[in-house]
């Protein structure tokens, strides 16, 4: 069925049910997530459709949470859990880290982890302290977790259909900029995307843009801008930060020559250090210029008043852009 133009947010809310209608071992817990729909209300209506059973109000305890629910989990369940912002998943991360990721490992086969872990990430909605967070790049240190990051509705959809059925521990980090942005139709077929790919959003033969999440608005907005200077930027949505898709980012690079990566994570540390080293080790032959980075800068995320200069801008897109294009 063709939908009508749903946001992000919406298609989000439009995978679940789905999940929820095609399989009875997919539940849905967290905070607030069945009486009031979620704190963004992405599981809105879940509850009237499926019952209090499988929709389930939690406590505000983040740790206990996701510990119930690697053991949902492990015992044949399929826990979909709602952590309200990402700067509240510190408290679960004893859960994640010696739990979740080591489930298959330990039981040597034995036992898996088929859970999701839902929740908004990054700046720009003018949130309070520990409301804005973007440290993606922690939870792809962990062994045995796989991590994707949406930035379109389509790939909403597909990609936690997917993620629901993965034998593993996923985490779903949800840009909170883009949940009402840029709404698309989508057919809700049930279709699946490939959970270890990159997206090429936009093909260009002069250099390679690299970013995930909310970022990629700007990154795409930036290759529009060089277009119109003559210069075709090929736009790449990295969307699964663990496993990364090096072949495609490789090929990408390789044909370029020129490579700029931008995400909204603090510099240090940031994920795009991990692509830059991995691409220097497969492609430094073919590169006209060095790798940049566009970054925020290494400060916790500030009050609104700043948000925008604490964001990556297309300016700053544009002038990394100029200097891998210029470079002598």
């Excluded at 804005?132 to 790939?155: D, Q, Y």
């Excluded at 390789?254 to 909204?264: A, L, S, Y």
């Amino acid at each position: 069925m063709v939908t009508d133009k749903l946001t992000l947010l919406e298609a989000v809310n439009l995978a679940l049910h789905r999940a929820m209608a095609e399989d009875e071992n997919v539940v849905v817990l967290g905070e607030d997530v069945g009486v009031n729909g979620g704190v963004f209300r992405a599981t809105l209506g879940l509850r009237d459709s499926f019952g209090f059973k499988r929709v389930i109000d939690s406590p505000l305890a983040e740790n206990m949470l996701v510990g119930l629910t690697v053991g949902m989990a492990a015992q044949g369940l399929k826990p979909v859990v709602e952590i309200q912002f990402m700067g509240f998943i510190y408290a679960a991360m004893e859960q994640l880290v010696s739990h979740a990721s080591r489930l298959r490992n330990r039981t040597r086969g034995r036992l898996s982890c088929p859970m999701v872990l839902r929740t908004p990430m990054g700046a720009g909605i003018r949130a309070p302290e520990h409301h804005s967070e973007a440290t993606e790049a922690m939870f792809t240190h962990i062994p045995g977790v796989r991590v994707l990051v949406p930035s379109s509705p389509a790939r909403a959809y597909g990609l936690l259909l997917a993620a629901i059925d993965d034998p593993d521990p996923v985490i779903f980090l949800e840009p909170t900029r883009l949940y009402r942005m840029n709404p698309q139709t989508l057919l809700d077929d049930g279709q699946r995307l490939p959970l270890d790919s990159c997206f090429t959003l936009r093909e260009g033969s002069d250099l390679t843009l690299i970013s995930w999440g909310a970022s990629v608005l700007e990154s795409l907005e930036a290759a529009e801008a060089l277009s119109e200077q003559g210069v075709e930027a090929e736009v790449i949505d990295v969307a699964c930060l663990k496993p990364l898709d090096m072949a495609t980012l490789e090929a990408s690079v390789r044909k370029t020559g020129r490579c700029v990566i931008v995400h909204e994570a603090p510099r240090s540390g940031g994920l795009g250090g991990e692509i830059a080293a991995s691409l220097y080790e497969r492609v430094l032959l073919d590169l006209q210029a060095p790798i940049q980075r566009v970054t925020a800068p290494d400060i916790p995320p500030p009050l609104y008043r700043l948000e925008q200069l604490y964001l990556p801008s297309v300016e700053d897109i544009l002038h990394a852009c100029d200097q891998v294009l210029h470079f002598a």
